[in-house]
Structure formats: C-alpha cells, structure tokens
C-alpha cells in the first residue's frame, strides 16, 4: 500500500479530459523501479452543484483550476482501502469535502483522513453508487448517468493496462494480468480480494445490461468504450475458470 502524502506532491500526469458532460477523467503514473504504472482519476459535477471526486490524484495547479470551475469538490471517494495516497492532502486542500470509503475500508482510511460515511450520501439522481459483490475486501463502483448513457467507474477490479511503462510495469502488468490483452480481473485482486467470484460474476453480467452502457472507467488502465457490455460478459465468464 503506497505512503500517504501529507503535502501536495504532483506525480506524472496527462491531462483532463472531457468524456461526457459535466464528467472528466485524468490519466496519471505510479512511479516505479524500471517502469511507470498508469492509475485514474474521474471528477464529477453533480446536479446542485460542485463535484465528487473518485480516487484522488494530485494535479498540476491549471488541471485544479478546471476541476474547481466546473464545481467545487464537495465529496471524495475513496474507492478502497489502497487508493487512499492522495485523500489527506484533498482533504487539507478543500476541508469541507466529504469523504466515502466502503465499510471494510474505513479503519485504514481513516488513517489518512477521517471518513464521513461508508454510504452514499451524496444524494444526486444521476449517481448509483454500489458495493461490488462477492469482496471479501470493499470496493465500491459508481454508475455516472448522463443524457448520452452511462459510464461505469470501477476501480481495482478490473484491470485495463493495455500499455504499460518500462520494464517494470511490463513485467507486473503481465505477470499479475492486469489487462494487457483485454479487460480482467487482475490475479492478486482475484486472490486477496474477491471472496466469491461467482456473485461478482453475476454483478457483471448485470451491469452488461444497462441499456445505454457506454464506457467503463478503471484505475489502472484505459476507458474501455468499445463494447463495454461485451467486456463485461468476458470478465464474467473468465471467473468461471
């Protein structure tokens, strides 16, 4: 699990991106031996305003400055326990932030900064914010509904790292499978964190059937916008065997 950072230290990053209305996404790198290993964070405005976050990244000060435009951050979501590196230094920043962690994560979130609730309490229409099934270890998952469909924020879960960075990342990314050759489940997420792989199945194949899926969102890897249902469906059936 990465140290927590106690002042706002900006890592490698690319920049924001617009993917749908009111909704940004960055892709940013975990910096290590021999290699660079990609993480994501997606920002959301909400219906009365302000924006959530979802599993903060420190960016350079003009990236902030279009977060705060399109809202202030009023809720950061902790998606994990280990995606929790960068919430102490969000929270210093913007104080009046609200911080979700899932249950079984609270104690080492709390570590960094102390946590407000463990359910949604955002409260917007547009947002279905979800435990995923079968964890043995929380995870949440976030659908993000908008005029044109839905995108589906998913965090360790699923593992897209189709291009990995140095050597390094090379080796981990495919020694551990996370998603070189198509959407996974990452091994070690699979060994330490899914209990049971049948209900996380079943939860897929579900989200498969939303009817204007139009991207999945992870924290490591690429958008996967081409048949994002189909992927699913495949990660599904790949917890059969």
């Not at 976030?142 to 050597?167: F, M, Y």
Request: aromatic share 4%.
């Amino acid at each position: 699990m990465s140290a927590i950072l106690e002042k706002w230290e900006v890592g490698p990053h690319g920049p924001l991106v617009d993917i749908d209305e009111g909704l940004l996404t960055v892709a940013g790198e975990i910096v290590m031996p021999l290699g660079r290993f990609p993480r994501r964070m997606t920002v959301i405005a909400l219906q009365d305003g302000g924006t959530a976050i979802w599993s903060a990244i420190a960016l350079r000060e003009p990236e902030m400055r279009r977060i705060e435009a399109l809202g202030a951050p009023r809720f950061l979501i902790v998606p994990n326990q280990a995606h929790r590196r960068d919430s102490r230094i969000w929270k210093q920043r913007y104080p009046d932030m609200k911080v979700l962690a899932p249950p079984s994560a609270r104690e080492k979130v709390a570590e960094a900064v102390p946590v407000d609730a463990t359910v949604d309490i955002i409260g917007d229409p547009d947002l279905v914010l979800a435990k995923i099934a079968g964890a043995k270890l929380d995870e949440f998952a976030l659908q993000v509904k908008r005029a044109g469909g839905t995108s589906l924020l998913l965090n360790d879960v699923i593992g897209h790292v189709r291009k990995p960075h140095g050597i390094g990342a090379w080796l981990m990314a495919r020694l551990m499978g996370f998603g070189v050759h198509g959407p996974r489940v990452p091994r070690p997420i699979r060994r330490m964190m899914i209990e049971n792989p049948h209900a996380l199945a079943a939860q897929l194949r579900d989200w498969a059937t939303i009817p204007d899926l139009r991207r999945i969102l992870v924290s490591h890897g690429e958008p996967i916008e081409s048949d994002p249902a189909g992927a699913l469906r495949k990660v599904a059936a790949s917890l059969s065997s």
